[in-house]
């Protein structure tokens, strides 16, 4: 099998982001010995303050946040980063080509529950220089150079994809060592598997209910087939899951707020999940729109997401469009 270090030489991949890449992956291994030792490492629990988008953080979400953080500065072609527990773009080095956006820890609240989590990453290029600005940020997801994931579950996996399909890496901690394991990941188009919170079915607009509810009346419905449901809560477990066997994520609007367009944020979980879904073969879209077509207005935007397999995302599209 391949090592991580051996697939960034011999591919095609630009060396500079090659380093962004292995970088992340060395900083994750730090984050998942954390996750690991749990209760005993001191992590577990509230860190006391709220990030600029109103949640409570984990004491996990910082310590990720800033491990990530000093690692990415750390690498001379980062020139800037922003987080989902960062108020504002943080500036690395001044020369960097490339931005990187993260979601430290994803589904927090698996936690403390000992359950799955993720650190999800976007590359983005730059050519500014100066101080880094959040304007150099706001690039459409098509324009992503790499993203991905790191999946800290029973084994840790890390996922991304440089535009030319996806592939996945399982840590060998026997070897210390990151080994492909699949070299091109393939997502059915059609599937018998949905991702949603359903306790919020009151809250969803109405195309989202008549589309879940005709899911739910199965073989006797409009559909003509029995489906089954899985929520992980960490969008990053969900989605490794429909890397693997297929299905459709939602999380859309709801009435709760509805001011907000969605929970998940544009720039560090939709656009990355966004590119890997599709370089998979699925489909990602907003209830009306691809979503790597969208022109972000602001670093900390949210959005609501379908993707997953191809044929059941323009489904679920379609009940919108009636
Ligand atoms: O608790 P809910 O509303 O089901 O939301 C779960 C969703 O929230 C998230 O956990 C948000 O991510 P964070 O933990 O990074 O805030 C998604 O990963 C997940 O899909
Ligand atoms: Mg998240
Ligand atoms: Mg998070």
């Known amino acids: 099998m391949k090592t991580l270090d051996a697939f960034l030489q011999d591919s095609a991949i630009d060396s500079d982001l090659a380093k962004v890449i292995s970088k992340l992956a060395h900083c994750c291994e730090t984050i998942n010995t954390q996750l690991q030792r749990g209760e005993l490492a001191g992590i577990l629990g509230s860190a006391g303050a709220a990030n600029v988008q109103g949640e409570t953080q984990k004491k996990l979400d910082v310590i990720a946040n800033d491990l990530l953080k000093e690692a990415l500065k750390a690498c001379p072609s980062v020139?800037?980063?922003?987080?989902e527990e960062e108020d504002e773009v943080v500036g690395a080095n001044a020369d960097g080509r490339f931005l990187v956006t993260y979601d430290p820890l994803d589904g927090s609240s698996n936690i403390d529950i000992n359950s799955m989590v993720g650190t999800i990453f976007s590359v983005l290029g730059s050519e500014a220089s100066g101080p880094v600005t959040e304007a150099e940020f706001l690039q459409p997801g098509r324009?992503?150079?790499?993203?991905?994931?790191?999946?800290?579950?029973?084994?840790m996996m890390l996922v991304f994809s440089t535009g030319d399909g996806v592939t996945m890496f399982t840590?060998?901690?026997e070897q210390n060592s990151w080994l492909q394991t699949v070299e091109r990941v393939e997502l059915a188009p059609d599937t018998k598997e949905f991702a949603i919170n359903m306790s919020n079915h009151r809250f969803w607009a109405e195309p989202m209910r008549a589309y879940i509810d005709d899911l739910l009346k199965g073989s006797d419905?409009?559909?003509?087939?029995?489906?089954?449901?899985?929520?992980v809560a960490a969008m990053v477990a969900d989605v490794h899951r429909i890397l693997c066997r297929g299905g459709l994520f939602t999380y859309p609007w709801d009435s709760r707020k509805p001011d907000q367009a969605g929970?998940?944020?544009l720039m560090y979980e939709a656009n990355p999940m966004g590119l890997l879904v599709e370089q998979a073969g699925g489909e990602a879209w907003t209830d009306s729109v691809r979503i790597l077509d969208i022109q972000p207005e602001q670093i900390h935007q949210r959005v609501p997401v379908i993707l997953g397999s191809a044929n059941e995302v323009k489904c679920c599209v379609e009940y919108h469009q009636r």
């Open 263 to 265: 929970k998940l944020r």
């Open 171 to 173: 840590f060998d901690p």
């Open 143 to 155: 324009d992503q150079k790499a993203a991905g994931y790191v999946l800290y579950g029973p084994s």
């Open 221 to 231: 419905g409009p559909r003509g087939k029995n489906f089954n449901m899985r929520w």
């Open 79 to 83: 020139r800037g980063i922003a987080s």
